[in-house]
């Protein structure tokens, strides 16, 4: 099928084709001729599937349609709620991607960490597409700098994601502001009870459009477990990318002092490297990003909330530091390489505290994914598992020291504190010290 088929005008086929794009991506197929008709749509698609572009262009071309209408210049029609800043500055790059041969369509994209005055300026100059994070748009909201009462189009986007950041109750309050009368799209990787719920509070008879989901279809990325001792994992990160003359990679650590202490010790062994997280102030996550696309830093080392969104054409390495908690981070992790058609590697650094985690995401992927033992780096047999705790703190984590770790319960004192169920090598504390599952 060819992007003419689904009835897009000129001006937004030329920017299709610039892009290089040859053909719509399955969600694009399916989601173009529904928005253009006017339906609301929920799609099931992950970052990486061209969902992006399947609201973008229609959106773009019903708006161009009706230039001259009724709205005033300052009277946002199209606002996209997303659940982080990358993602806003994404998308609406996307949106003046796509846009820019149509007249006068203007987007903005607002968000917090930056100015707010800019944003307040820019507003009053006039946009037609917004593209949003929750807390700073209800920001403009209150000051009464923004304008949602002619909005005839609302995108959620990562839907999934606004709701485990604990975005529900800001997108009820900013449903009030924007007209009853309206077309809802909204879009996430999987469809919870709690996103059905939120959906059918808002939306009018939508298409459920659903594409595979990377879990059920992740040829494209070559996935791979290197086993290795705890204490090695940074040397054999350093000695993957070097021998493999690795140029662009993406590294997943679980908490934000991890993230930089990593960075700092690549960057001592003379790999430009630098982490992106959430106590980065903005400008320092922007300028990471953009040195990283530009390949003036190799190595960008980032906690699974900062990558979240994250759109970087074609990356060819992930390496997850350390496996996440939850194993569906692991396919959204694994899934910002071999997007929408190029091929990525993603390589696991699995010590022995993690088993338990390997196990879960192995029984979500369905699939047991292959082991590669690099030289110099076996496992050492005698190491034990460690459990990996929750910290008190948000999601930090921090390995329990390994003598606390193998007393039994009832010799730890009496002001040993009390620890979440630990998931190293089984499913809770009584396997830690234990080798419950091998690799
Ligand atoms: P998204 O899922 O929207 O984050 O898009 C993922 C990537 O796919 C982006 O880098 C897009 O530039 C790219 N892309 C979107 N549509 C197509 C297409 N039809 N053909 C090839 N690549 C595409």
Request: glycine content about 8%.
């Amino acid at each position: 099928m060819s992007f003419s088929a689904l009835g897009l005008r000129a001006e937004l086929l030329l920017a299709v084709g610039e892009q290089g794009y040859t053909e719509p991506t399955p969600i694009q197929a399916q989601a173009i001729p529904a928005v253009l008709a006017g339906r609301d749509l929920m799609g099931g698609a992950q970052t990486g599937t061209g969902k992006t572009a399947g609201f973008v262009l229609p959106i773009l071309q019903r708006l161009a349609e009706q230039q001259g209408g009724t709205h005033s210049r300052t009277q946002v029609r199209a606002l996209i709620l997303v659940p982080t800043r990358e993602l806003a500055a994404q998308v609406q790059a996307s949106v003046f991607t796509y846009g820019k041969h149509l007249p006068k369509i203007r987007s903005l994209s607002v968000y917090g960490g930056v100015g707010f005055h800019p944003q307040v300026q820019a507003l009053k100059r006039g946009i037609d597409i917004l593209v949003a994070t929750p807390g700073r748009l209800l920001d403009h909201l209150s000051q009464r700098t923004v304008d949602l009462s002619k909005v005839q189009v609302l995108v959620l986007d990562e839907a999934d994601r606004m709701l485990d950041m604990g975005f529900i109750p800001d997108i009820r309050k900013i449903l009030a502001y924007i007209p009853k009368q309206r077309q809802n799209l909204l879009f996430s990787a999987t469809f919870s009870d709690e996103i059905k719920k939120l959906a059918d509070g808002f939306m009018k008879d939508p298409l459920l459009v659903e594409v595979a989901r990377r879990n059920a279809t992740a040829e494209l990325i070559a996935q791979r477990i290197c086993p290795v001792d705890r204490e090695k994992k940074k040397d054999l990160l350093a000695h993957l990318i070097t021998t493999g003359d690795w140029k662009q990679v993406l590294v997943f650590t679980r908490t934000k002092h991890g993230a930089n202490n990593l960075a700092e010790k690549l960057v001592k062994s003379g790999i430009r490297a630098d982490a992106i997280h959430g106590n980065k102030s903005q400008p320092a996550r922007t300028r990471a990003l953009a040195e990283f696309k530009a390949g003036k830093i190799k190595v960008l080392v980032a906690t699974d909330i900062a990558a979240r969104g994250l759109d970087i054409d074609e990356l060819p390495h992930v390496v997850n530091f350390e496996l996440p908690h939850v194993a569906n981070d692991y396919v959204h992790r694994i899934g910002r390489t071999g997007r929408a058609g190029s091929t990525g590697e993603a390589v696991s650094l699995v010590c022995v505290d993690e088993l338990g985690l390997l196990r879960d995401i192995e029984r979500l992927i369905k699939r047991e994914i292959k082991k590669d033992i690099v030289p110099g780096f076996e496992v050492d047999p005698r190491i034990r598992a460690e459990p990996i705790v929750q910290g008190k703190r948000g999601g930090q984590q921090q390995r329990r020291p390994s003598n606390s770790a193998r007393k039994p319960a009832g010799n730890r004192g009496q002001n040993a504190p009390r620890q979440p169920a630990a998931r190293a090598g089984g499913r809770n504390s009584r396997d830690s010290g234990r080798r419950a599952f091998s690799y």
